[in-house]
């Protein structure tokens, strides 16, 4: 039986994913939920807590190109966010999060060539990546601990940004 049921309020159904321990089937379902630029800040947030406090100078050089994106999302930033990236590796929280900026709108294809738009859904799963990257990739014995610190973060910015109706 699926966990989904349509009187469930969608802060509820988060609640109920963490209470059986699905961390990122939560991560998942806030990401595809918030806003882009939402989204990738708290990706963004989630790798930048995770990266310590000296960062390696790639995983460094991705989070402040994101961060400049998510300060102005504009065409030369989202492209400096994937740049980025690919030197982080997107197999890194990292790498995720600018790759979620450089998914965020735009074009895939390279400046000069005819626009390909991003799919809907990549930037949310960017973001799931990068909150999952960055809940598991260091001291995976504490990732329970930090799903549920990212989790509680995620649903804070989805109170700040009034995604849902108040429960009743």
Same mark, same amino acid.
């Given at each position: 039986?699926?966990?989904?049921?349509?009187?469930?309020?969608?802060? !509820?159904?988060?609640?109920?994913?963490?209470?059986?321990?699905?961390?990122? !089937?939560?991560?998942?379902?806030? #990401?595809?939920?918030?806003?882009?630029?939402?989204?990738?800040?708290?990706?963004?947030?989630?790798?930048?807590?995770?990266?310590?406090?000296?960062?390696?100078?790639?995983?460094?050089?991705?989070?402040? &190109?994101?961060?400049?994106?998510?300060?102005?999302?504009?065409?030369?930033?989202?492209?400096?966010?994937?740049?980025?990236?690919?030197?982080?590796?997107?197999?890194?929280?990292?790498?995720?999060?600018?790759?979620?900026?450089?998914?965020?709108?735009?074009?895939? #294809?390279?400046?000069? #060539?005819?626009?390909?738009?991003?799919?809907?859904?990549?930037?949310?799963?960017?973001?799931?990546?990068?909150?999952?990257?960055?809940?598991?990739?260091?001291?995976?014995?504490? #990732?329970?601990?930090?799903?549920?610190?990212?989790? &509680?973060?995620?649903?804070?910015?989805?109170?700040?940004?009034?995604?849902?109706?108040?429960?009743?």
């Amino acid at each position: 039986m699926g966990l989904v049921r349509p009187e469930l309020h969608p802060l !509820d159904f988060v609640a109920l994913l963490m209470e059986k321990s699905l961390y990122p !089937d939560a991560v998942r379902f806030i #990401a595809h939920a918030l806003p882009k630029r939402e989204a990738v800040w708290w990706g963004w947030v989630c790798a930048r807590r995770e990266s310590g406090e000296n960062p390696p100078p790639k995983i460094k050089a991705a989070l402040d &190109a994101t961060e400049r994106w998510i300060a102005q999302p504009n065409e030369e930033n989202r492209r400096s966010a994937m740049a980025a990236a690919q030197q982080a590796e997107l197999g890194t929280a990292a790498g995720c999060s600018g790759l979620a900026a450089f998914f965020s709108g735009g074009s895939l #294809a390279p400046p000069e #060539a005819p626009p390909v738009p991003p799919g809907e859904f990549l930037t949310a799963k960017a973001v799931s990546g990068a909150v999952i990257f960055a809940a598991v990739a260091r001291e995976p014995d504490k #990732a329970q601990e930090k799903f549920k610190s990212f989790v &509680a973060q995620g649903v804070e910015v989805t109170n700040r940004v009034k995604l849902w109706e108040p429960k009743s």
